[in-house]
């Protein structure tokens, strides 16, 4: 089964919050959202999901962050938001 194929999609593996994958969505949300602190760091971690389209495209990222990320209240990024999201 191909690592990116939709039935290896539907059987996600369990993976434990780590640094590593913290830091991954760290990285991952600055790229989207304004105002990310690329310093912060946590011993405590929660899963994020998020959903955007961008352009034609449709993003979907799941992971974990540092607690103190706060990543559902980021703004995003003006060239990501949609018409009516768009900060002027």
Do not use: W
């Given at each position: ?6 039935q ?7 993976l ?14 600055d ?58």
């Amino acid at each position: 089964m191909d690592k990116g194929s939709p039935q290896e999609c539907k059987k996600p593996q369990l993976l434990e919050c780590s640094k590593l994958l913290a830091n991954n969505t760290r990285t991952y949300l600055d790229a989207y959202h304004l105002g990310v602190n690329l310093n912060a760091t946590s011993l405590y971690y929660e899963c994020l999901y998020e959903e955007l389209k961008v352009g034609s495209a449709d993003v979907h990222y799941r992971g974990c962050t540092y607690d103190n990320i706060n990543g559902c209240q980021l703004q995003l990024r003006p060239q990501f938001a949609a018409p009516s999201q768009q900060y002027i």
